[in-house]
């Protein structure tokens, strides 16, 4: 599979099938993701991929939690300014129109069984990379992000998909609890992968984009 079809192919996946992934498979898929590039090389993701009984204990400390505050180690958004507030549909609203062929964002609870994905990539980094005494240093979540992409766009290749969710990583206290996730680490996402139901509708649409020309300007041609 090429990577202009990877791209195309990828999507959030909310519905998986119970069908656990070989360890085989998701070694070969991050041997190939752990090629991401990073600032100055630093790699700066130490990655715990959860499974079985341990991700069985994560979803029922996420579940009993439901309904409590989120507390995340990469503070999540407090507000979204324009333009970044139209691009998601505020509750209650009814769906923004998107250009034909594709569908709105929907804004949905929390999931606190991750979909039923059998399978979490947790990408961490350290804390004292990010947190540094003039400020944040926010290029390690940036590479995180790099090695993030790269087993998403590998999914596909294995029949697998993938979604990212912040919603994975809003108690960490459960994650360090069960993972044995040091304090010097910070849980920055955490990624559902498995092997799509694609009998369930859920999988079945395709996200809106803005227009190129809305975002990208070109100059100099
Ligand atoms: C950093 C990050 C965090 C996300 N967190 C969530 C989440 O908590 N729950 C969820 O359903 N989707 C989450 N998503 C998926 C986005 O909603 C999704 O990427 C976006 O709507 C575009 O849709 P697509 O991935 O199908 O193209 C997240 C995506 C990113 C990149």
Not at 6 to 17: D, G, T, W, Y
Not at 18 to 47: C, F, Y
Request: hydrophobic share 40%; aromatic share 8%; glycine share 6%.
């Amino acid at each position: 599979m090429d990577i202009i079809e990877s791209i195309e192919k990828r999507k959030s996946i909310r519905a998986f099938k119970p069908d656990p992934v070989p360890q085989s498979i998701l070694k070969e898929l991050m041997e190939h993701a752990l090629r991401a590039p990073s600032w100055g090389n630093t790699q700066p993701w130490d990655i715990i991929i959860a499974a079985g009984s341990k991700l069985e204990a994560i979803k029922q400390g996420f579940t009993e939690k439901a309904g409590q505050e989120v507390v995340a180690d990469i503070a999540r958004p407090q507000d979204f300014p324009e333009p970044y507030a139209s691009r998601r549909r505020p509750p209650g609203a009814p769906p923004q129109a998107a250009p034909a062929g594709q569908q709105p964002p929907v804004r949905r609870p929390m999931n606190t069984r991750f979909y039923n994905a059998p399978c979490v990539i947790y990408i961490c980094t350290g804390r004292t990379f990010y947190f540094q005494p003039k400020g944040i240093n926010a290029w390690p979540v940036y590479d995180c992000g790099l090695i993030s992409e790269n087993i998403m766009l590998l999914a596909p290749a294995y029949g697998l998909g993938t979604a990212a969710l912040a919603q994975a990583v809003t108690h960490p206290d459960v994650l360090r609890r069960v993972l044995e996730i040091p304090d010097s680490l910070l849980v920055v996402l955490g990624i559902a992968i498995g092997y799509p139901d694609w009998d369930d509708p859920a999988t079945h649409r395709r996200s809106a984009r803005e227009p190129m020309a809305q975002v990208v300007k070109w100059v100099g041609f």
